[in-house]
């Protein structure tokens, strides 16, 4: 097991080279790719027959450790990163359906919100089975289906848990997970998701069952990859462990909790599995459930999540007023870098090692738009700038080696 640990993890490091991630490059002799007189071209000076020449071939440095590769895309401006160290290119900021969805905004708004992020570079959009009793997997199927676009273009990610009343219905049972990804994607109107998620982990169902479905669902072209949710860094290790030792097919990407008073997983825990065995993190609740908003700029908070109880009842608490205090600290560092405190947070877990993606929750096309500006605030946040953040926060965790 050490062995094939310590061989993954050489072929982690080497996929962070340039040629990687790029492909093969055209050559001096102008071949289609590699050194020139490689294996995939034709020897110098055209020639195919005469014994072979050995060729020494010149690898690229590996990128520096953490250091996720990123394009702007054309004319949106939107950064992409890979998924951990997948192939899978996904936009920095992704949209989720939570709450809005299906639920506290109309399907025209939630088309007006789809659009405006699909023309703005967003390209990662995530659901789950269980976001309105599965109307929020119908809302985005529905949009998806009038709007033609290439299926190509976009990604899906759902998640799989507690689809419904039913003791078989629940859980990541092996019946649960193939019968529940189905499901989903007869509400979303398609052949496949990119990602499917395991919403928490379960203790009632073997990890060897769990990987094996979820290897099962990929090999039946239900899903591309497969990824965590609130799982904890050992259950993530066990996953991938099975998966080396049954020659099963590993989770890419653990979803997670992230923002200013959320820090502890994402900042200490996932950094060292994404350098190990090439997780990556998909992050969400960048605005701590909307505690974090406009608001403090003079501008009106999201309606959507404000009636939401447990919501409420989070942010008048001890612990969300002395929160709410701190964000009021950092005014001061968002007036002076141009934007708003939400664009602030947002900007703040964009930079944290190892993310892929920031899922924003949203209610308007135009609260969206607002929260986009994150990515300009993104470049200004120099070393000094987030040490300042942290002297105010006072709650960057350390390591506890």
Not at 14 to 42: F, I
Not at 93 to 98: A, D, E, R
Not at 105 to 129: K, M, P, Q, R, W
Not at 147 to 155: D, L, M, N, P, T
């Amino acid at each position: 097991m050490q062995v094939s640990i310590a061989c993954t993890e050489q072929n982690l490091r080497s996929r962070n080279s340039e040629d990687r991630l790029c492909g093969p490059r055209p050559g001096p002799g102008g071949g289609n790719g590699g050194p020139a007189g490689g294996v995939h071209g034709n020897p110098p000076g055209g020639g195919g027959s005469g014994p072979k020449a050995r060729t020494a071939v010149v690898l690229r440095p590996p990128a520096p450790p953490g250091v996720l590769r990123e394009s702007t895309g054309r004319g949106t401006g939107m950064k992409y990163r890979n998924l951990g160290k997948s192939g899978l290119r996904v936009s920095c900021l992704g949209l989720g359906t939570w709450v809005t969805f299906g639920s506290q905004i109309s399907d025209e708004t939630a088309e007006d919100v789809l659009t405006a992020a699909y023309e703005h570079g967003i390209n990662l959009f995530d659901t789950t089975e269980v976001y309105a009793a599965g109307k929020a997997e119908r809302t985005l199927g529905n949009i998806l289906k009038s709007k033609g676009w290439r299926r190509s273009s976009y990604v899906i990610t759902t998640k799989i848990f507690g689809g419904g009343q039913a003791e078989t219905e629940r859980g990541l049972s092996r019946k649960h997970i193939i019968e529940g990804l189905r499901e989903s994607l007869e509400r979303l109107q398609l052949g496949y998701v990119d990602i499917v998620f395991a919403s928490r982990s379960d203790p009632n169902s073997p990890m060897e069952e769990i990987v094996r479905a979820m290897t099962y669902v990929i090999n039946q072209g239900l899903a591309l990859y497969w990824g965590t949710s609130r799982w904890g860094a050992a259950e993530i290790m066990e996953a991938y462990s099975v998966a080396r030792q049954f020659n099963l097919i590993p989770p890419v990407c653990e979803q997670a909790e992230h923002h200013l008073f959320q820090r502890e997983k994402v900042e200490m825990q996932l950094p060292e599995l994404y350098h190990k065995i090439g997780v990556g993190s998909v992050t969400w609740s960048p605005l701590a459930c909307g505690l974090i908003h406009s608001k403090y700029d003079g501008r009106v908070s999201d309606p959507c999540k404000a009636t939401i109880k447990w919501l409420k009842d989070k942010v008048q608490s001890e612990d969300g007023k002395k929160q709410q205090a701190k964000v009021m600290d950092l005014l001061p560092i968002a007036h002076q870098l141009g934007c708003t405190v939400a664009q602030l947070a947002i900007a703040w877990c964009l930079r944290s090692e190892g993310v892929s993606s920031v899922l924003l929750g949203v209610s308007s096309a135009e609260q969206l738009i607002e929260h986009l500006g994150a990515l300009q605030v993104l470049s200004q946040l120099t070393p000094q700038t987030v040490t300042e953040i942290d002297g105010l926060l006072g709650n960057k965790p350390h390591s506890k080696k």
